[in-house]
């Protein structure tokens, strides 16, 4: 069994077919077979492109063919409030004290695989954060259960991707160490999975993988490191798939196909 990652459905967003790309990334992770069939779906931010109410209906109608539990967590363009009333957290520790723009973190058992969804969002900013508070938070988390195999999940990414617009809304070079310190205390965390790039990139931190999934949305961005800007591509879209395989998680990166 497997963990499937979505990131950066960003639907409402103006520009394709968002909830189409959606729909076809939830069409291939129904085609998912054995030990890639998935014990549950993780969606690692950017759900919707505005924060809106009516955006949030709208990504929870399209997920809700998910068959399989459902577990988010927060972008740079999501609403926290917004994302906790279209999907409520009812797993522990729900540590927001009621609330509703409280950071939306979370540990959950999905199959043989533990999920802990982190929150590195700064509310009105692009930029991501984990401070020395979420550290804290994830250190906790990790000492209350050391032997699952541990997915460490949020939407910025903890390493440079080397893309200049990008590269400084990733999480800064301390809280990146703050986050490898704590990692290395956790020789159960097999990888760290992020969002936020629109491109698969791998690197490391504090010695744990790291595994940027690409967007279901067929707007990606263009590995070119030589020039300033942004540039975009007309996919292909994408999914992860992090599988549990002879007691190690591997993870899969797989292109979606535009139905």
């Known amino acids: 069994m497997a963990i499937v990652q979505l990131t950066d459905l960003h639907i409402g967003a103006p520009d394709g077919d968002p909830p189409g790309d959606l729909a076809a990334a939830l069409t291939a992770v129904g ?13 690692s931010g950017d759900l919707v492109n505005d924060g809106t109410a009516a955006q949030y209906a709208e990504v929870r109608a399209l997920l809700d063919v998910v068959d399989v539990p459902l577990h988010v967590l927060p972008g740079n363009h999501d609403d926290r409030a ?3 009333s279209a999907f409520p957290l009812d ?12 950071p939306y973190r979370y540990a959950v058992g999905c199959g043989d ?15 991501g954060s984990f401070d020395a508070a979420q550290q804290a938070w994830l ?13 460490v999940a949020m939407h910025h990414p903890p390493i440079p991707v080397g893309l200049p617009v990008l590269d ?3 999480l800064p070079p301390a809280d990146r160490a703050g986050l490898g310190a704590v990692l290395a205390r956790h020789p159960q965390v097999a ?3 992020c969002g936020h790039v629109h491109l698969p990139a791998a690197g490391t931190v504090g010695g744990v993988g790291v595994l940027s999934a690409p967007s279901t949305w067929r707007l990606q961005f263009r590995l070119d490191l030589a020039v300033p800007e942004l540039r975009v591509t007309d996919g ?3 999914l992860a798939v992090h599988a549990l395989l002879e007691g190690q998680i591997v993870s899969f990166v797989r292109t979606v196909d535009a139905l």
Do not use: F, K, W, Y
Request: proline share 12%; with cysteine; aromatic share 0%.
């Open 191 to 193: 990888r760290v999975v």
């Open 113 to 127: 695989i533990r999920l802990v969804a982190c929150d590195t969002v700064i509310p009105g900013s692009p930029d």
């Open 91 to 102: 797993v522990a520790p729900e540590d927001s004290g009621g609330d509703p723009t409280a």
């Open 31 to 43: 085609e998912l077979r054995g030990d890639a069939r998935p014990a549950a779906v993780l969606v």
């Open 168 to 170: 400084p809304m990733a």
């Open 82 to 84: 917004g994302l906790r």
């Open 236 to 238: 292909p879209a994408g």
């Open 139 to 151: 250190d906790e988390v990790l000492g209350q259960d050391t032997v699952t195999p541990t997915l």
